[in-house]
């Protein structure tokens, strides 16, 4: 049947302008002509937007911010067991080719997980204490850097070592040759023997406020920041809502009155010291607010008082006499380690000898010629010249310098760069106290997560044909709709996941062995940021390099050269990563432009912190490719992958779950059962 033709014209595009048509036969006398209005196509209002869809991920999208706190047990439990699923079905297909047998996959997955834990036992028992101990060491001594001195020196190894660098060139040029004989014809070894002292009692005494530092900080209470806290900064933040405040506290005071059987608030206000009370208890009120570890202020208000309680600490102990007790047994502890002699390392002379030239030191330049003269010169003339050379280096780089910032705008950019050292050493103090308190956690999540792995691993059939069940249920609909979809991210997830693992350990290995060979300190938690930051694209080489980069110059006798060959090396790493282990074992599989990496990136680490930076490109990859362009990733994203699934679940799992319990052998217990072709590259991954 034909349309009607008015029907016909209607359906017709439009233009805007309006046409009139001749008259005729069609066109009675006497009658107004007939005006027809043209449509004009516009591509955008043909869009229709599938609501359904987009209100059932948008809740999908909201539960999971929702569950963000719950990240690392829902990650470290899918990981584990997407890798251990995997391991078994390669395992049991080695044994049994073509053949799938329950009972079998589930003993290797009791033996994988032993071997897991045992792993993980003797991988924590030999690196956990010690990433804790320089954890703490390192917190300890940014808590105790001075901003100022920690600029200076900064600016000496930089900006001083490039202006000495551009006055004298190098050892070979004749401006060096000729300022080095200058020194040793008018000054002398002495006056080198006399700088290099200066670095060392600097180095012995930094070091020493470090170690205590960490003693200090092992030593402090949680009852301890609370009382800090309740003196010293409660009050602050009581007198900026105090009216707020007080309400609270009374109404409170009421509730707990009715089943403590507590005076009324009437007649406790009556009472002459209500006030003090009052004051009290919103003073730990407050400290419970703030204080709780969930709190976002709790970092900062723990770091500060790290560093306050550790000041204090050490003006005391710097006022008493146990100084000297504790100070020489910290320099015979040096004496006995098998570092090199000089700054930074084994102290050149014995104690007693050391006190000695100390006050002489701290007399002048003649006091301490006159102390020195007994002392043994080097014996041989290389000697004597790379302590020359040494003084020499030093002496005019410090002289340059403070020739260069005596300018009115370098002193300004000093101060504003104290001020920004300051912020980001508090800042980094509160990260890396933050990170310890969390860290003490991951133990028990970790501990949940594999029970979660095993639980699910080893019942991984009856799970998936139960996940399968939802297809003929009253949520249909929702299961057709998201299962595909979170079915395809779980494996580009895993997969991706699993091979930047393998990525990971390359990397945090080549680091290990060339932070060693270097000579950079606390080298094993600097790899672990190395290992955590090999998961983030793009930007994980530059947050992994920064800390590498500031120990190698912020540690004692620690030069701007060895911050070079460092960020050298990591760029070395970086090379051999790109270049041969992402293409043979990532491939494209998360292939973006670097712009788009580090959108996405900055997006995720606002929303989601860590776990952004970690998810958020295999998420817009999974967007971009299977939402937006709906294209296929082979083995990882395909158009139906729940195909394979249901094909492994309508094999014979119920009578391999009932064989042991009826006596069944053969093909009806899954030892003969064959498996369908195709079906096992799906639960492979499942």
């Not at 059932?56 to 067991?81: K, N, P, Q």
């Not at 009556?270 to 009120?285: A, G, H, N, S, T």
């Not at 310098?401 to 920004?420: A, C, D, I, Q």
């Not at 530059?542 to 980069?549: D, E, Y």
Request: glycine share 8%.
């Amino acid at each position: 049947m034909l349309p009607h033709r008015g029907l016909v014209k209607l359906m017709q595009p439009m233009s805007a302008t309006p046409t009139t048509p001749q008259a005729g036969a069609d066109s009675p006398q006497g009658t107004p002509p007939l005006v027809h209005v043209k449509m004009v196509d516009r591509p955008w209002a043909r869009i229709r937007l599938p609501w359904e869809k987009v209100l059932i991920w948008g809740l999908f999208l909201v539960l999971v911010y929702a569950l963000r706190h719950f990240f690392f047990i829902i990650f470290m439990t899918f990981i584990v067991s997407y890798i251990m699923r995997s391991v078994v079905r390669r395992i049991s297909r080695f044994v049994l080719p073509g053949r799938e047998n329950v009972w079998l996959e589930r003993g290797f997955t009791v033996a994988g997980f032993a071997v897991l834990l045992f792993g993980l036992y003797m991988a924590g028992n030999y690196i956990g204490p010690e990433l804790y101990r320089q954890g703490t060491a390192l917190f300890a001594r940014v808590t105790q850097v001075e901003p100022e001195k920690t600029l200076n020196e900064i600016l000496t190894k930089t900006l001083g070592s490039y202006l000495f660098q551009r006055k004298y060139g190098g050892q070979d040029d004749p401006r060096y040759k000729a300022g080095l004989e200058e020194l040793r014809q008018g000054e002398g070894l002495v006056k080198a023997e006399y700088l290099q002292f200066q670095l060392i009692v600097e180095s012995l005494e930094e070091r020493f406020k470090v170690d205590e530092a960490g003693k200090i900080k092992a030593r402090l209470t949680e009852k301890d920041f609370e009382a800090w806290f309740i003196r010293l900064k409660a009050p602050a933040v009581y007198a900026s809502g105090r009216d707020a405040y007080i309400a609270r506290c009374e109404e409170r005071y009421e509730q707990a009155a009715v089943f403590a059987g507590l005076p009324p608030l009437a007649e406790k206000r009556k009472e002459p010291d209500y006030e003090v009370f009052r004051e009290q208890k919103i003073l730990e009120m407050i400290a419970r607010e703030y204080l709780d570890r969930t709190s976002k202020d709790y970092g900062g208000f723990r770091a500060e008082w790290d560093t306050y309680a550790v000041k204090e600490a050490l003006a005391a102990l710097a006022g008493s006499g146990e100084y000297e007790r504790r100070f020489r047994e910290h320099y015979e502890r040096l004496m006995r380690s098998d570092a090199p002699v000089g700054p930074g390392g084994k102290p050149p002379y014995p104690y007693a000898r050391f006190v000695e030239l100390k006050t002489a030191h701290e007399k002048g330049m003649e006091a301490f010629l006159a102390a020195v003269q007994d002392v043994a010169v080097p014996s041989s003339e290389e000697d004597r010249l790379t302590q020359a050379r040494a003084a020499f280096e030093l002496k005019e780089t410090r002289a340059l310098l403070k020739e260069f910032s005596e300018g009115e705008v370098f002193k300004r950019m000093g101060e504003t760069s104290s001020t920004y050292v300051e912020t980001g050493l508090k800042a980094l103090a509160a990260w890396v106290q933050g990170t310890i308190a969390y860290v003490v956690t991951i133990p028990i999540q970790l501990a949940l997560s594999l029970l979660l792995s095993l639980f699910i691993t080893l019942d991984i059939p009856r799970l998936r044909r139960g996940i399968l069940s939802l297809k003929q249920s009253r949520v249909q609909g929702l299961f057709e709709e998201i299962a595909p979809g979170l079915y395809n991210f779980g494996r580009l997830i895993g997969r991706a996941f699993q091979a930047q693992g393998v990525i990971a350990i390359f990397n945090t290995f080549l680091t290990f062995v060339a932070i060693r060979a270097l000579g950079i300190q606390n080298e094993i938690f600097l790899c672990a940021l190395v290992f955590l930051c090999s998961f983030i694209p793009v930007l994980g080489v530059v947050l992994s390099s920064v800390p590498i980069a500031i120990m190698a110059i912020v540690q004692p006798g620690g030069p701007l050269l060895l911050a070079l060959e460092a960020l050298a090396a990591i760029l070395v790493i970086h090379f051999i990563e790109t270049s041969g282990l992402n293409p043979k074992i990532l491939g494209d599989m998360l292939h973006l432009h670097p712009v788009l990496v580090l959108a996405v990136l900055a997006i995720g680490q606002h929303f989601f912190r860590v776990w952004g930076l970690l998810l958020a490109v295999p998420v817009t990859v999974f967007i971009i490719r299977c939402v937006i362009l709906d294209e296929e990733i082979p083995g990882l994203i395909e158009q139906d992958p729940l195909a394979k699934v249901s094909k492994a679940a309508a094999a014979p799992a119920a009578a391999q779950d009932a064989a042991p319990q009826l006596g069944l052998k053969g093909e009806a217990a899954g030892v003969g059962a064959k498996v369908p072709a195709g079906a096992g590259a799906g639960t492979g991954r499942g």
